[in-house]
């Protein structure tokens, strides 16, 4: 409490192998957060979205899963304009609950792409079954 000031903007990730880590229970790994500055995130690894393996203490590091959650992660913490992670305790907070807590996707998407153009022409076909079909005419 007495460092807090100096740490207000530190974003901490803690991952706990599960029911298979007897060497640390993963009540141990949880982190307390308050409600002013939530920059504290505690998962079990295998509540991690697309990480479907618990994992024991000395095993984590080897997790494929989890290795490529972070990755994801670190890749998308990168402030476009300084090409350094970001600054942003927001933003962090909003990637790192993106890929260890609710999203199973590989992207984290702030901004929608621009709008895809159709080369040619095209009929769009409404077809009322589960089916439906794409014609392109050049």
Sequence with gaps: IQKAQEI???TT???????????????????PSSSSQNCALSVVSS?????????????????K?????TVRAFFDLI??????????????NL????????????LFEERLESVTELTGASIW????TSKWSYKGYN
């Design 8 to 10: 207000k903007n530190l």
């Design 13 to 31: 990730l803690s991952v706990a192998g599960g029911f298979r880590d007897y060497q640390v229970r993963s009540g141990l790994a949880f982190l």
């Design 47 to 63: 509540a991690v979205p697309r990480v479907w393996a618990s994992t024991d203490h000395l095993s984590i590091v080897w997790c």
């Design 65 to 69: 899963e989890l290795n490529l959650v």
């Design 79 to 92: 402030d476009d304009n300084t090409k350094q992670i970001t600054e942003n305790p927001q933003r962090k």
């Design 95 to 106: 990637v790192l609950n993106h890929h260890f807590v609710r999203y199973p996707g590989k």
């Design 125 to 128: 076909i409404n077809i009322k």
